[in-house]
C-alpha cells in the first residue's frame, strides 16, 4: 500500500511539472522515460497534448519536443554502454534492466534487424526506453541510430498526444487523476499498440523469410 501510494505521488509529480513546464518540461521528462528512470509517457504527452489543443502551446511544439527529449535520453543510453563496453553492462547491467538474458537477445534484435528493430522498438512500451543500451554495445553507426530514433519518438509522441488531447477532451477530470490517466490511455491504445506489433511481426517475418532464401542460394 504505501509503495502503490509512493508511486501515485511520483506520477503525480512527473504529470503536474510535464504539465506546467511547457515545452521544457515535455523535453526533459520523455528524455527521462528514455533511460531508465520509470517515468511513463502515458502522463506526459497526453496532458501536453490537451493544452496544445487548448491554445497553450502548440500541438507540432509539444510533439517535436517530445521527440528531441525521447531522442536526447536514448542517445545517453547508446553512449553509455559504447563507453563503458560490453564487460561493464554484463557485470551491472541488471541494476538497469538489462540482466545479460536480456542482453543478448536485444543484441541478436538489433544483429538481424538493425535499424529496422530500432524503429520498432521506439513503439513498443517497455522496449523502446532499453534499445539504446544494446544499440551502443554493437557499436551501431551514432546518426542512424539517432535519426531512426526520433522518427520512431516523435510518431509516437504524436500519437500519445493527439489521442491525449481527444481523450481528456472528453474526460478533463483525468487531468487530477494520473494514475486513471495512464490507465484510460493504456487500455483505448491496445489496439493501435496490437497493430503495431502485428505490422511490425509481419515485416519481420519477410525480413527473416527472404533472408534464409538468400542464405540458402
Same mark, same amino acid.
Given at each position: 500500500?504505501?509503495?502503490?501510494?509512493? /508511486?501515485?505521488?511520483?506520477? +503525480?509529480?512527473?504529470?503536474? %511539472?510535464?504539465r506546467?513546464?511547457? &515545452?521544457? *518540461?515535455?523535453?526533459v521528462?520523455?528524455?527521462?522515460?528514455?533511460?531508465?528512470?520509470?517515468?511513463?509517457?502515458?502522463?506526459?504527452?497526453?496532458?501536453?497534448? &490537451? %493544452?496544445?489543443?487548448?491554445?497553450?502551446?502548440?500541438?507540432?511544439?509539444?510533439?517535436?519536443?517530445? *521527440?528531441?527529449?525521447?531522442?536526447?535520453?536514448?542517445? /545517453?543510453? &547508446? @553512449?553509455?554502454?559504447?563507453?563503458?563496453?560490453?564487460?561493464?553492462?554484463?557485470?551491472? *547491467?541488471? &541494476?538497469?534492466? /538489462?540482466?545479460?538474458?536480456?542482453?543478448?537477445?536485444?543484441?541478436?534484435?538489433?544483429?538481424?534487424?538493425?535499424?529496422?528493430?530500432?524503429?520498432?522498438?521506439?513503439?513498443?512500451?517497455?522496449?523502446?526506453?532499453?534499445?539504446?543500451?544494446?544499440?551502443?554495445?554493437?557499436?551501431?553507426?551514432? @546518426?542512424?541510430?539517432?535519426?531512426?530514433?526520433?522518427?520512431?519518438?516523435?510518431? @509516437?509522441?504524436?500519437? /500519445?498526444?493527439?489521442?491525449?488531447?481527444?481523450?481528456?477532451?472528453?474526460?478533463?477530470?483525468?487531468?487530477?487523476?494520473?494514475?486513471?490517466?495512464?490507465?484510460?490511455?493504456?487500455?483505448?491504445?491496445? @489496439?493501435?499498440?496490437?497493430?503495431?506489433?502485428?505490422?511490425?511481426?509481419? %515485416?519481420?517475418f519477410?525480413? %527473416?523469410?527472404? $533472408? +534464409?532464401k538468400?542464405? $540458402?542460394?
Amino acid at each position: 500500500m504505501m509503495f502503490e501510494t509512493a /508511486l501515485h505521488e511520483a506520477m +503525480r509529480t512527473w504529470f503536474e %511539472w510535464s504539465r506546467d513546464a511547457g &515545452y521544457l *518540461g515535455v523535453f526533459v521528462m520523455m528524455g527521462l522515460e528514455s533511460t531508465i528512470v520509470p517515468v511513463p509517457s502515458e502522463i506526459i504527452m497526453p496532458p501536453a497534448g &490537451y %493544452w496544445a489543443s487548448q491554445g497553450k502551446m502548440s500541438m507540432p511544439g509539444v510533439i517535436l519536443a517530445g *521527440g528531441v527529449g525521447s531522442t536526447v535520453g536514448s542517445s /545517453l543510453c &547508446y @553512449w553509455f554502454t559504447y563507453t563503458v563496453g560490453r564487460a561493464f553492462v554484463l557485470r551491472w *547491467g541488471k &541494476y538497469f534492466l /538489462l540482466p545479460p538474458g536480456k542482453l543478448e537477445l536485444a543484441e541478436k534484435w538489433l544483429a538481424q534487424f538493425a535499424l529496422g528493430g530500432v524503429f520498432l522498438a521506439r513503439l513498443l512500451p517497455v522496449v523502446r526506453h532499453l534499445i539504446g543500451f544494446p544499440a551502443g554495445l554493437v557499436r551501431m553507426p551514432f @546518426w542512424p541510430f539517432a535519426v531512426v530514433t526520433f522518427v520512431g519518438s516523435t510518431l @509516437w509522441c504524436a500519437v /500519445l498526444a493527439l489521442f491525449g488531447a481527444k481523450t481528456l477532451g472528453k474526460r478533463p477530470d483525468l487531468l487530477d487523476d494520473p494514475s486513471a490517466l495512464a490507465s484510460v490511455i493504456k487500455h483505448d491504445l491496445l @489496439w493501435f499498440v496490437a497493430g503495431i506489433v502485428a505490422l511490425g511481426a509481419g %515485416w519481420l517475418f519477410v525480413k %527473416w523469410y527472404g $533472408n +534464409r532464401k538468400v542464405s $540458402n542460394v
